[in-house]
């Protein structure tokens, strides 16, 4: 079926609502996980939901690329109302990651191509599904608009918790994986001397020739180092504030190749690299994704090229770590008349082994 496509990436598309969807859409609100994941039951019969026309801003289904099948829908409040992304995934399609993936994908429309500047979602407290993909999907908690609401079947007092995704210098997470947008002019480590750091992977790299390849390299700080030091290093960032800022610092290197692209889903036309090595697989948030990436890697290397990855996956019998919020000052201000720091918090979760990242840039003008 012929349908437009609003916005797709390698594994979803969001894609035109047709009237063959509804049974689907209809028989989802009679499942109780529907209802509990809603604090609603929905008491109209079929002809009734139907004869309803959609209000929202914005309403799509979610199609998997690899069988056109419609898994779930997405939609946005109605115009009238505070920006408010819902989803519903179909029984057979969840607990897979495609809620997650489906949930960022509508955000990053919203924002882009809808220009919503605040997005809002909520959560009961027992739906730890959802709580976790808002978070993984770079919501933060926002208590001012939680409601009370009455429990769907107990009557007893339930809350919502409100949670909100910013567009612009006030975001606190990016795509679940860290506000790196935000803080790429600030950029270094957190004041850290890595010169011992980039000497070891320089060190790794030169065993087995000079074509390096560096995914999620933020400013590319380690290839600019090897690239000074005669290695042909091509190095890449989901974030366009990081390469940008790169580009800056270091684009003048000959042997230094910046590139924005997604570990998930890249093609790069380089010669085939002896040496990979990436420290951030922690903020990949499925082993379907891992793949992936894995998968691009392997395009890239050499036969018998090398390939280091800190998974940051879980270990047996790992435990939750947060980090405490700290504050970063670089080692040097840059910045004529500002100062410039960090603030930021980490938190490694033991069950999965991801890394969630939310740190803030500050500056004061003196
Ligand atoms: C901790 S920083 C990397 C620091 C870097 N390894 C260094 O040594 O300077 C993590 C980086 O991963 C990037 N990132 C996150 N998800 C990504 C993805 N799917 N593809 C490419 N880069 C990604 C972020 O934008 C961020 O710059």
Known sequence: MNRRVFVANNLLSLVEHKNSDDRAL??????????????????????????REIKQRFFAMIRLNSTDEIIGAVGISPPESTADLAIWLFNPYRRQGYGTNAFALATEYAVKSLNIKELHAGAYPDNIGSLKMLRKCGYIPYPEGNVIEKHYLTGADVVQYDFIYKKGDDVNLFNGIGNYAQHA????????????????????????????????????ETGAYMAERGMNVTAFDITPEMIDEGKKRFGGLSGLRLYEGDILGFRFDIPPVDFCYCTDFGHIHSIEEVKQALACINTHLRDGGCLVVETGLRLP????????????????????GIKVWKTGETRNDGETGRTYTSIGTNMKKF
């Open 185 to 220: 002019r600030f950029w270094d480590w957190g004041g850290y001397e890595r010169t011992e750091e980039h000497e070891r992977w320089l060190k790794m790299a030169q065993t087995h020739g000079k074509n390096v390849l560096i995914p999620m390299c933020a400013t590319g």
């Open 317 to 336: 019998d790992a435990k939750s770590r947060c980090t405490p919020t700290e504050t970063f000052y670089p080692q040097k201000q840059v910045y004529p």
């Open 26 to 51: 209809y028989e989802n609100w009679q499942d109780p996980a529907t209802q509990r994941g809603y604090n609603f039951i929905r008491h109209e019969d079929f002809d009734e939901y139907t004869s």
